[in-house]
């Protein structure tokens, strides 16, 4: 299998923790053109409404989606760690209703959406594939609404931190218990429709209750049981190896 | 910018800061503890018929600059033994 930039391969990395993909559909996804591109920290790399023809694959650092109200106000939709294709979906739908930001200093890489659509059309498979991907950001996003409209600040960070922890932990980058956090108070406040007052409160009762350890950046979680039963996280949202069998037949 | 320092206390659990949060000024420091305290309210169980709700903030120097309280009391308006 020919290699490609290290960023697809975190990418078919991550497609491959849900899809089933031959060699064949494997190098495809190698074989993508991809741009790399150095961001510094809060540069916005789509502005919503705007038209793209490519998509923003996340290789170094965390990026995020948001909306921006009149005053100036963000929400961020989505946090996307390497390996997630931020904006799968613009292969899709080009003229966007999001925006997507760099929350700290991050390396990306554009993708054209002529080489997204076109592999997607040689193998079905890949676009069953592109199809899961875009289905668990959107199993989060109701996951994350669910949180922000019915559970406290305090059970609503403390989500966020499991269902990083599982994530890093998928995407190889680091252990449920225990992985480095790039964010600052002020965006997991812009993600979970907190004041960056309640998000402080709520680490420092973690801390306080001995639930989380922040060390810098780094996260660590004493006592994982203890903290998914105050968030009640259930990580089927996250799709964990959803059916890798539906390959057409 | 300079870094505030935002003690909560919603009556049962105070949380010190000892982080501290960076805002542009005490006025910008003042909206988020306020508009904490209403969300900190919002959650609060009804148990009990008051509950007061205070953030203090303070500067890089650790001098008290401001405080900010949110009561919240529940007054029965029928006698006791009809409820």
């Known amino acids: 299998m020919q290699s490609g930039h290290h960023g697809l391969e975190r990418f078919l990395k991550r497609l491959l923790l849900n899809s089933a993909l031959s060699e064949a559909e494997q190098s495809a996804i190698l074989s993508m053109r991809a741009t790399e ?17 490519q998509s923003t694959l996340t290789v170094e650092g965390c ?44 390396t990306i890489l554009h993708v054209p959406h002529a080489d997204l659509r076109s592999v997607a059309t040689e193998y079905p498979n890949l676009a069953f594939a592109f199809w899961r991907d875009t289905t668990l ?37 680091g252990e449920r218990r225990e992985y ?50 105050l968030a009640e996280f259930v990580p089927t949202f996250l799709l964990a190896g959803e059916a890798k069998a539906d390959r057409p037949s | 910018m300079p870094r505030f320092f935002i003690d909560m206390s919603d009556d049962e659990t105070f949380s010190r800061d000892d982080a501290g949060l960076v805002f542009k ?14 969300d900190m309210a919002r959650e609060a169980l009804p148990d009990g018929d008051a509950r007061t709700f205070l953030a203090i903030i303070r500067g890089e120097d650790g001098g008290m600059l401001l ?8 007054t029965s308006l029928v006698p006791t033994n009809t409820r």
């Open chain 1, 137 to 173: 950001d959107a199993s989060i996003l109701a996951k994350w609404i669910a949180n922000m409209g019915r559970k406290q600040a305090l059970a609503r960070v403390a989500h966020l931190l499991c269902e990083l922890g599982v994530r890093m932990e998928r995407a190889e980058l």
């Open chain 1, 180 to 229: 480095r956090l790039k964010i600052t108070q002020e965006q997991i406040a812009d993600a979970m429709g907190l004041t960056s007052v309640h998000v402080n409160r709520s680490l420092q009762q973690l801390r306080a209750r001995n639930l989380i350890v922040t060390t810098g950046s780094l996260v660590s979680i004493p006592d994982w049981d203890r903290l998914t039963e």
């Open chain 2, 67 to 74: 405080q900010a309280n949110l009561t919240l009391k529940v």
């Open chain 2, 25 to 38: 000024d005490v006025e910008e420091a003042k909206n988020a503890a306020v508009a904490t305290l209403a």
């Open chain 1, 37 to 53: 591109v150095q961001v510094a920290a809060r540069d916005d790399l789509v502005m919503p409404g705007e038209t793209v023809d």
């Open chain 1, 63 to 106: 990026l995020g989606r948001f909306d921006l109200m009149r005053n100036g106000a963000r929400q961020i939709t989505s946090l996307y760690i390497p390996g997630d294709m931020c904006d799968l979906y613009s292969v899709v739908a080009p003229t966007t209703g999001w925006g997507i930001t760099a929350l700290g200093p991050a």
